[in-house]
């Protein structure tokens, strides 16, 4: 994400590198919790397990959504905004190839 962000000039498109930053986020925070690193080592119990920490629930009358953590919701936010971006976007006006004058060969 990182090499598309700078190395292919991602990162002058502000929604592109909003997106991409909430995706990296979300990547981040749930790796995070996945490798454990919330937990104190000193007090690891045998029923320790790894996981994923979905500590937001939403509730609605008789409905109850899924649980769910930060880093879930931007890695869906990052995802719609991808999507967004990539059915929203502006061609360029002119493209470098329209005009015909590169075509000369020989000169």
Not at 7 to 14: G, K, T, V
Not at 66 to 76: C, E, Q, W, Y
Not at 93 to 99: G, K, Q, Y
């Amino acid at each position: 994400i990182l090499a598309w962000l700078f190395y292919f000039r991602a990162a002058n498109d502000l929604w592109l590198t909003i997106a991409l930053g909430c995706i990296t986020g979300g990547i981040l925070g749930n790796l995070y919790d996945r490798l454990g690193f919330w937990h104190d080592p000193a007090i690891i119990s045998p029923e320790y397990r790894s996981a994923v920490r979905d500590w937001i629930l939403l509730r609605y009358k008789d409905h109850t959504w899924p649980n769910f953590n930060i880093a879930d919701s931007l890695l869906v936010t990052g995802a719609c905004l991808l999507m967004l971006h990539a059915w929203v976007r502006r061609e360029p006006a002119n493209p470098p190839h329209a005009t015909g004058d590169d075509d000369r060969v020989g000169e």
